[in-house]
């Protein structure tokens, strides 16, 4: 086990996170606002934001309150709960003062939380605590840098894995530009568990997700903090009847086949159907990409792109068309939203492959046009690493292509035998052993980092300039400018007909305005 955590930044909905344990915001007497009700009370129906409620049987120690976890055993993904930690952000009398009950509260959901998903060290899901409805609201500048700052020493010294968890983008960026000046003024390691060639990794890749080069391929790693059945566990629970054996040179497509249950389809979306997605999932949706590609069946990159693409929202092939100017994903195997789709067996991957081939052409695009990351994903699989084969013809036809460019990078989990290499990709494995369960949290820090290098390379604080509960860090120019462009919007009506107008709003809006 890892002898500390990391503090992970992410903007996704705390609700539909994979984590082992949440904190959520009360007031003294223990009454929370009512959106949050459907998930402290799992089967409620929604409710207005103004609606309190008061759960049974709880009472406030030191301004935390621990619900029980009524996850079933043998649970599928949805019906994994976790620990709900309540934290009166009403009765402290400083910042500081609710920062330290919010580490106080990690370290209460870290001892009585049981880890979910298979991961090596337990995560706690936190929002901001105290800025919106609780004692500091419109003060999140502040709030952001001292919880930042003691969140970084607290898993320093805590083997706890804590997800700083973001809706608003404001919040998103002004978190990741704390972490980006703690890095240059105080010389702080936000990462010390990367390696110097993954440190290097991560920045280059996330410096091309900033200039709209970079493109993603998610393979299964990527779900495997989800708690959806692997390979073997799935085969074996479509086959109850008899015992399966699988090894390094098993033929899953085929194995699948030789079930010979038709319904073999609806059954396996039965399995992968979740309204929850991974910690990495989030991480690769704030790249903000505009083109995605998966093998996987699961809806889990769908649920976090809920959070960052909402207008437009994210497009999924084949269930519908890509449109321009709208981010997309290509679900190359098939969907559980549409069970007909899955390909699953060798039949089935035969089919793909003589009738679609127009969807392997995709992935072979975006390498031609982007720069393409796999991960996690297992590199033995020849069916699509081969298209880079086809690629490589293309590229070394272009007369101005460096001698060690790369059509993309892939990131695998544990290194393989049976790893293919072609000079159109750049390989990294992660571990050299079999820890799968090391390896998938090395991923997740791996991509904390580039989500992380690709905000402060791309927009950085420009992402909350107009956002008035971020003015008390504007520089004199943040504010000349600021006023600028807030005295443009007051004078909206005089302009909405302009030519210009959608593209103004367009960048108002990126800028973090709020009405």
Same mark, same amino acid.
């Given at each position: ?45 929604? $409710? ?23 996850? #079933? ?31 106080? !509260? ?50 320093? @010294?805590? #083997? ?14 002004? %978190? ?73 040179? @098993? ?10 249950? #038709? ?83 060798? %039949? ?90 090391? !390896?998938?949290? $090395? ?55 302009? %030519?210009?107008?959608? !593209? ?10 709020? !009405?």
């Amino acid at each position: 086990m890892a002898d500390r955590g990391h503090l992970f930044v992410v903007q996704a909905d705390l609700t539909r996170l994979a984590a082992d344990a949440f904190l959520i915001p009360c007031d003294s007497d223990l009454s929370i606002s009512g959106t949050w009700r459907p998930f402290v009370e799992p089967g409620a129906p929604a $409710q207005a934001k103004r609606d309190w409620f008061r759960p049974e049987g709880v009472h406030l120690d030191n301004g935390v309150a621990v619900l029980p976890d009524p996850t #079933p055993k043998d649970a599928t993904p949805d019906q994994v709960v976790g620990l709900r930690v309540l934290v009166d952000s009403v009765g402290v009398d400083s910042i500081p003062a609710m920062v330290e009950r919010s580490l106080e !509260a990690v370290r209460r959901a870290a001892s009585e939380t049981v880890i979910h998903g298979g991961r090596e060290l337990p995560l706690v899901s936190m929002p901001i605590l105290g800025v919106g409805q609780g004692k500091f609201p419109g003060r999140r500048a502040e709030a952001v840098r001292e919880l930042v700052t003691q969140l970084l020493d607290f898993v320093a @010294t805590h #083997p706890i894995d804590v997800a700083l968890t973001l809706q608003r983008t404001a919040d998103f960026a002004a %978190a990741q530009w704390e972490r980006h000046r703690v890095t240059r003024e105080l010389g702080t390691n936000c990462w010390p568990e990367l390696t110097p060639e993954q440190l290097t990794l991560g920045d280059n890749l996330g410096v091309k997700a900033a200039h709209g080069e970079l493109s993603v391929f998610a393979g299964a790693g990527v779900s495997r903090p989800v708690g959806l059945p692997s390979w073997n566990r799935l085969l074996q629970d479509l086959s109850p009847n008899r015992t399966l054996t699988f090894t390094k040179a @098993t033929d899953y497509p085929q194995l699948a086949q030789d079930l010979g249950r #038709p319904d073999l389809n609806d059954e396996v979306a039965k399995r992968l159907t979740t309204r929850k997605h991974a910690l990495g999932h989030a991480l690769l949706l704030d790249l903000r990409t505009p083109s995605l590609v998966t093998t996987n069946y699961d809806p889990c990159l769908e649920n976090a792109a809920d959070v960052i693409h909402q207008n437009p929202s994210l497009r999924v092939i084949t269930r519908q068309l890509a449109v321009g100017g709208s981010p997309w994903l290509l679900k190359l195997h098939g969907d559980v939203a549409h069970p007909k789709t899955i390909v699953l067996t060798r %039949a089935q991957y035969n089919a793909l492959k003589d009738e679609y081939p127009a969807l392997h052409g995709v992935v072979q695009t975006l390498m031609l046009t982007s720069h393409l990351l796999f991960v996690g994903f297992g590199f033995a699989d020849d069916d699509f690493l081969n298209m880079s084969k086809a690629v490589q013809k293309v590229r070394a036809l272009a007369t101005d292509l460096p001698e060690d460019a790369h059509a993309g990078t892939a990131i695998g989990l544990c290194r393989t035998d049976r790893q293919q290499r072609y000079s159109e990709l750049d390989y990294h494995h992660l571990r050299t052993d079999d820890d799968l369960t090391k !390896a998938a949290r $090395q991923l997740e820090i791996l991509l904390d980092r580039v989500a992380w290098r690709s905000q402060i390379a791309g927009r950085g604080r420009a992402s909350y300039l107009l956002d008035h509960d971020y003015q008390q860090d504007a520089t004199d120019a943040d504010r000349v400018l600021a006023e600028a462009l807030n005295s443009l919007r007051a004078k909206q009506p005089e302009w909405s007909d302009s %030519a210009g107008a959608r !593209a103004v709003r367009e960048l108002m809006d990126e800028l973090g305005w709020r !009405a």
